[in-house]
């Protein structure tokens, strides 16, 4: 979907398709926050009053070019992970025996459904530490961008862990739920916490630099 | 730039440009999330549970697409509104007539970059009250991508209050910028208000009906 215009892809969006839905919205996020960071790092690179920093910002361009291409590959991803679970929805139920079998093909999907969303929340928090280095070491001439990245950045992270949730609660085996489900709150946590501080900072930076 | 495709326009937001930036990104995440909510609508309308609020969900796709529209709309108006600006950095400013000249067109072009931003903000003010009413009265089964809807509005919000910031905290005229900053905050308070709520009562809903 990533060669989708950006209209195409928000009429899309807006339409009665399960997919894209917040999944494919939270991936893109990600991506445009990715974006954002290697923006602040490119503004950096070739100032004479950053020159001790080049190679962070070169490594930072490097890194959040990578995590960009894979936050879009993950709208497909997403969109894919959707499918074996509206199949399984469409399975015949009327004896007992395709109760029990749609039952355990619903359960599989669902899993797999919800580790698609908990894939985008650890890519989550590999791009927050790029934000962090770019909010820190890159020029000040784009540091509200860098509180942009954390903020949007955060939003996918919550995008995505409603989706996991979203899945996850209507698994039979409470305890690979209660796995994914965790895993996905910690990482979430975590994601939170670092975007406020790095949004914080940049908020009161921007106050105190008149 | 709304007839960009993903890839292109995220690669284009990694670059060393000054447009598109966070407030380019702040639209785009506007854009995002009325698509969203109109899919909470769409994914409602034809289905006889909820017949009782097919009107309000039809109004609901209506203003959503205009939202969305105008989001995609003002990710070229926040370039724009940035020219300006960048031709008054380059203009002479070796008299004491150049610098007065030249400080005169800087503070029109600050006004004009944080006003666009500010209408970024106006219209996510819009969209969350659709948010709200999709998370409200939409499908149960599409409620996880209002709660998505309600997370990106509020980081198109934060985003564009930071780009207000930006450029009133440059501005010399202290009572306008004082008067921009106080009305973006005013409505980036009520947007972080109404997101939370939001966003905790699909939470707490999809932890409740298991």
Chains 1, 2 share one sequence.
Not at 94 to 110: I, S
Request: one cysteine or more; aromatic letters at 4%; glycine letters at 6%.
């Amino acid at each position: 979907m990533q060669q989708m215009t950006l209209a195409d892809f928000t009429r899309e969006l807006s339409g009665n398709a399960p997919v894209p839905g917040g999944g494919g919205a939270a991936a893109l996020c990600g991506a445009l926050a990715a974006a954002l960071s290697s923006m602040v790092a490119s503004l950096t690179v070739g100032k004479k009053k950053y020159e001790a920093v080049r190679e962070d910002m070169d490594a930072l361009i490097r890194d959040a070019g990578r995590l960009r291409k894979e936050f879009l590959s993950l709208i497909d991803e997403d969109a894919e992970a959707f499918k074996p679970l509206a199949a399984a929805y469409r399975l015949p139920h009327w004896t007992e025996e395709e109760k029990a079998a749609r039952r355990n093909e619903m359960e599989q999907a669902l899993r797999r459904a919800a580790e698609s969303p908990l894939r985008i929340l650890e890519k989550t928090r590999e791009a927050m530490a790029l934000v962090r280095e770019a909010a820190g070491k890159g020029s000040v001439i784009a540091v509200s961008d860098a509180g942009c990245a954390a903020a949007i950045l955060e939003a996918a992270a919550r995008c995505a862990a409603l989706n996991v949730t979203v899945n996850t609660r209507l698994m039979e085996d409470q305890e690979t739920a209660g796995g994914l489900e965790r895993r996905s709150q910690e990482i979430l946590s975590e994601c939170q916490a670092e975007s406020e501080s790095i949004y914080l900072s940049v908020g009161s930076f921007l106050q105190r630099n008149q």
